[in-house]
């Protein structure tokens, strides 16, 4: 019987090892392709138009979505099966690029096929991202939330650093259609590796037996910040988390521009290498947290902190 658990146990290591790698590059294709072709396609708008405005509008577009969609996209989560629809998202990523690349061959890439695709592929993408995270407890164990976790982090802020970096490259390299179809294809990829997680290898309760029933937007929405206002330790959190966001917005965020430019009157190289050192500090941090909340507890780290 001994020997019968060491096996299962094995198997289940094995296949956590395996689901934690096949997380790691899903995510850091997708998390990668949307930043790099967001900015490589920012730049384009630029050089076609002459326009910050059109620039603007077309960051805007890729993060504008993703704020109003999140909530939404959390309560049809909850309702369906994660492993369809982070898999389904990441291949209407793929799908979505390669149209427009077949789009592109008959006619010349405009404004109005820009805009929409960056509309829908941060729409895919604000899926994906809620999808991924809300599955991290189903498919690690509990000891291992805190390393995929700090993976997690660590993709996003390195992608955060090199996404526009590459992007700038890619732009002066390939021609913007060769670097859709290069991106579409690693899309299609990211999904079909999403198809070899086991998104039930540690099956804690999930909202997904819901699934069937009616979706109420609203209702679920109420009823998720009801739970959260419920619960102490979640709200103290929340608080927290906002109140720390505020300050550090108000604080650094917002002013750090016109400090460097104006007050210190640095040129922009100095400012690009500040800005970088936020990221950095990101992957520090996530390299970090494990080994530190093994000595110091959370409560205590985040009271400090």
Known sequence: ????????????????IQNLFLYSMGKTISIFGTAIFNF?????????TGS?????????????????????????MDKFNKKMLVV????FNGILLVSVYILCIRYEL?????????FLLTVFTTFFGVGVEAAKPNIVSEKMLMNINSI????????????????????????????????????ILSGLSMLFIDFKLFNHQSNESQSGGKIRFISDIKDG??????????????????????????????????????????DSKVFGIIQGAFPVGMILGALLVKKITDMISYSTLSKYG
Do not use: C, H, Q, W
């Open 1 to 16: 019987m001994d020997a019968l658990r060491m096996s299962v146990s094995g198997e289940k290591n094995k296949k956590e």
């Open 40 to 48: 490589a396609l920012g730049l384009y708008v630029l050089k076609l």
């Open 52 to 76: 910050a405005l059109s620039f603007a509008v077309t960051l805007i577009l890729g993060i504008i979505p993703m704020i109003i969609l999140n909530p939404f996209a959390g309560v049809i």
């Open 88 to 91: 389904s998202m990441d291949l």
């Open 110 to 118: 405009n404004l109005l096929i820009i805009y929409a695709t960056t």
């Open 152 to 187: 997690s982090k660590i993709i996003d802020s390195v992608s955060s650093i090199l996404g526009p970096m590459l992007g700038g490259i890619a732009f002066v390299i390939f021609d913007i259609k060769i670097f859709i179809i290069i991106n579409g294809v690693s899309f």
């Open 225 to 266: 910040f009801y739970y959260l206002f419920e619960k102490k330790s979640i709200k103290s959190l929340f608080t927290f988390l906002i109140s720390v966001n505020f300050f550090l917005g108000f604080t650094v965020t917002v002013p750090l521009p016109y400090i460097v430019n104006t007050v210190l009157k640095l």
